[in-house]
C-alpha cells in the first residue's frame, strides 16, 4: 500500500509543476525524496521484511528464544535495521509535507 501511495503522490507531484509550471520538475526536492522513500520502502518490504518472516519461521516465537540465540540475533539485527529504515521513511515524509505546504502557499 505504501509503495502504491508513493507512486500517486509522485505522480500528482509531478502532474501538478506540469500544469502550473509547464514542466513536471523531476528533480525538485519533495519529487527526489519521494523516490528516496519508495526506494526504502522497498528495501524494507523486499528485503528485510522477507529475511526476518524466513527467521521468525524457522525458530517459532521469537520472544520465546534466548537472546543469545544466533539466530535471535540475526533477527534483532535485521529488526533494528527495519526500524531504522522505516524511521529514515517517516522523517523524509515529514520533509515532503513540509516543503509540499511551503511550495502550495507560494
Known amino acids: 500500500m505504501g509503495i502504491f501511495s508513493g507512486l500517486v503522490f509522485l ?3 509531478l502532474l501538478y509543476s506540469r500544469l502550473t509550471r509547464g514542466a513536471p520538475h523531476a528533480f525538485a526536492a ?3 525524496l ?3 522513500m519508495l526506494a526504502l520502502t522497498m528495501v524494507s518490504q523486499f ?3 522477507p529475511r526476518m518472516d524466513t527467521l521468525r519461521n524457522s525458530i517459532g516465537e521469537i520472544d520465546s528464544v534466548p537472546p543469545d540465540n544466533p539466530a ?3 533477527f534483532d539485527a ?3 535495521w527495519s526500524t531504522r529504515v522505516e524511521g529514515g ?3 523524509l515524509g515529514l520533509v515532503v509535507v513540509y ?3 511551503s511550495a502550495l502557499g507560494t
Open 34 to 36: 519521494i523516490v528516496v
Open 89 to 91: 521513511v517517516l522523517l
Open 11 to 13: 505522480a500528482s507531484s
Open 99 to 101: 516543503l509540499t505546504a
Open 78 to 80: 535485521l529488526h533494528v
Open 30 to 32: 519533495r519529487n527526489v
Open 72 to 74: 535471535r540475533m540475526q
Open 47 to 49: 528485503g528485510i521484511i
